[in-house]
């Protein structure tokens, strides 16, 4: 089968219509101006890298002038702006996403095309921008480019970690960490704003003065702002990411002279600047250390800084101030918490508003609960911050204080509410007293904010019914839903190109900024035609991504199998033990019979474990083992194969989606706030294993049940089981294939080597397991035996394929932000394109 090349297909896409002569010219010379004067200069010869330099410089000049008269435009017209604060963005690549969401995607091709340069090996060439750890960070990079597609005035705010998410490498079997230096050959997409600087206070003491309370003593940390351009899809909007780096101050303290130890005073500003070196890897686990704190601390103070500067100068390169007074700051500002990260935003706002610019504290609280939202992410316990008193008294003293003055102001008013109700105040109150004392950040946020979501409609009932009910008991109006989304330009237009065709060939090309019309796809679902045109591009994908594997693992895989893929974050409540006991399961029953019938499967697991969390790296060397024993097993052939896929990102991400046949979301209900990678598989052509947990709950609305292979407890009844009592034995004495796999687990088959190995996996499912992975074992296996009788049906198959992608529209991040745009920042998404930059406006 020939495979159309990505640069052949990608010509057809986003651009649609004749390539200009006359631009495809002009792209040459500024791709040749950047190789001789840029970046080469004093060399004679260019590098690959010398190539893709100079490609993204000439693509950011198509950039530039937009987002300057981006810029330009908001400031004439002054309009609310929504400032989103997140200590991770999870951005990939920015390249090609670049250049289709400028429709210049066409003609550059053609240009590196003329010039004699594969424009797909100079793309390899970039780095993935890792400032996040999964879902959230991700989440955040679809929520900036939605919010630029529809035309609102948003800021990113965040950090310029020097270290992203680490590389993860397998080595005999098991994760190793290794630091991943994203900047190490710089950043083309960034801008340093140096003029912007801005001083963020640790420490110190809180003093008395006549004028009101006063934070001094203080160790200063500069932040210097790094720009990033966000452009819209089509639009010619181009809004901004920035990202704070932490600086130390020039004038380092002169005594260190007259001491001598000049050298070590030099040697010491490192420690100002660790603040931004390193994102911290861990994803739904909070882990308690100073750093950490100085890191949410410095990313809300310069953002807050920055948001009370621009409110006050408003005339486009004002440096003095318009505005004067503060009530009209909530209609000029709205701030999107994104989890409770960024929770230190409400003291700091309200210190700057009482402390510096003397807004009484009754109006300056008010103000700061109509700018604030937050948007909670995790009902996990362990995810939950909670810091101590006693460091944020150390680090914080002036916060810690304010924080304790918003805690007495509000049980005032449980207690006006709810009289000599002590408990109701204990479980309401912002300071934890038991043990040792902490400020529980998501009440803070709860208390501070005007709105409260949760990220998918299961989700957000699990909110109001457990960890936040006494405050939706007190503020029912205060909470709402907003179910997650991804965005279509990069994980459809982009990753997809043979789909997206095909989609637009039946329903025209409005679909990228309008998802929702692809429902009219649905009336081709049992048209063999189209079927086969889906599943051929499905084919397509398969072969690039197996050639992909086998490239990287020496693995050869059958295109022919289905592709089982669960790709995520390794934690025990994503699940991947069930889908290594299901495997086992297969395996087990190919060895008793290597003559019976059966539908090829290839399962991919991949995904980091946190470099603390023990028993994730233990599940990661289960599947390579396992792996290694059925990849081997010549009585197995190309029936069944288990591939774990090394160090998955973004950049991964784009070719696992396109090419996946089921996606597995097999999390236990009640723990999966939403999932995107759901999203993704589904609007890529892949069919749902899953429980009802998160989003899949509204993706089987969507689509109709009957289009998912649902299966396992519902909320309903793990509450149920756990009230009894789990007891895995039970399940475990009665199923003799669960059995066979757990006592392999235990006895060391898959690691003869090491027969102990594996013992702490097998304890942990037997008598540890608060995921309920046996609970759910038999209807899985069930589950999954009717997902093979299904592919056996290929009519049957490529139908569900088609309802399911035309049922995924409403998993656009451009819904998302429209609702959180008019339910939350109050403000009007608008799909109206500014003028070209050389156009007149």
Known sequence: MSVQSDSEKRKQISVRGIVGVENVAEVKKAFNRHVHYTLVKDRNVATPRDYYFALAHTVRDHLVSRWIRTQQYYYEKDPKRVYYLSLEYYMGRSLQNTMINLGIQGTIDEALYQIGLDIEELEELEEDAGLGNGGLGRLAACFLDSM??????????????????????????????????????????????????????????????????????????????????????????????????????????????????????????????????????????????????????????????????????????????????????PEKVAIQLNDTHPALAIPELLRILIDIEKVPYDEAWKLVNKCCAYTNHTVLPEALERWPCSMLENVLPRHMELIYHINFMHLKEVEKRWP?????????????????????????????????????????????????????????????????????????????????????????????????????????????????????????????????????????????????VQVKRIHEYKRQLLNILHVITIYNRIKRDPTAPIAPRTVMIGGKAAPGYFIAKQIIALACAVGNTVNNDPDVGDKLKLIFLENYRVTLAERIMPAADLSEQISTAGTEASGTGNMKFMLNGALTIGTMDGANVEMAEEAGEQN????????????ALQKRGYNAYEYYERNPELRQCIEQIRSGFFSPGEPGKFQHVADVLLNHDRFLHLADFDDYIKAQDKVSAVYQNPSKWAEMVIENIAASGKFSSDRTIAQYAREIWGVEPTWEKLPAPHEVA
Request: proline share 4%; hydrophobic share 40%.
């Open 420 to 564: 000599g109700d002590m408990d109701r105040m204990r479980r309401m109150s912002l300071i934890e007293e038991e043990g040792e004392k902490r400020v529980n950040m998501a009440n803070l946020c709860v208390v501070g904010a005007h709105a409260v979501n949760g990220v998918a409609a299961i989700h957000s009932d699990i909110l109001k019914a457990t960890i936040f009910r006494d405050f939706y008991e007190m503020w029912p109006d205060k909470f709402q839903n907003k179910t997650n989304g991804i965005t279509p330009r990069r994980w459809l237009l982009l990753c997809n190109p043979g789909l997206s065709d095909l989609i637009s060939d039946k329903i025209g090309d409005e679909w990228t900024v309008h998802l929702d019309q692809l429902k009219g796809l649905k009336r081709w679902s049992k048209d063999a035609g189209f079927q086969r045109a889906v599943m051929k591009v499905k084919q397509e994908n398969k072969l690039k991504l197996a050639s992909l594997i086998e490239r990287d693992t020496g693995v050869k895989i059958n295109p022919a199998s289905m592709f089982d």
């Open 708 to 719: 998912l292979f649902i299966f396992g407890m519902r909320v309903d009844d793990v509450e």
């Open 148 to 329: 630029a597609t529809l035309g609102l005035a948003a800021y990113g705010y965040g950090i310029r970690y020097e270290y992203g998410i680490f590389a993860q490498k397998i080595e005999n079997g098991e994760q190793q960490e290794e630091p991943d230096d994203w900047l190490r050959y710089g950043n083309p997409w960034e801008k340093a704003r140096p003029e912007f600087m801005i001083p963020v206070n640790f420490y110190g003491r809180v003093a008395d003065t006549p004028q009101g309370k006063k934070w001094v003593d203080t160790q200063v940390v500069f932040a210097m702002p790094y720009d990033n351009p966000i452009p819209g899809y089509n639009n010619n909007v181009v809004n901004t990411l920035r990202l704070w780096s932490a600086k130390s101050p020039v004038d380092f303290n002169l005594r260190f002279f007259n001491s001598g130890d000049y050298i070590q005073a030099v040697l010491d500003r490192n420690v100002a600047e660790n603040i931004s070196r390193v994102l911290y890897p861990n994803d739904n686990f909070f882990e308690g250390k100073e750093l950490r704190l100085r890191q949410e601390y410095f990313m809300c103070a310069a953002t807050l800084q920055d948001i009370i500067r621009r409110y006050k100068a408003s005339r486009f390169g004002s440096r003095e101030a318009v505005r004067t007074t503060f009530e009209s700051l």
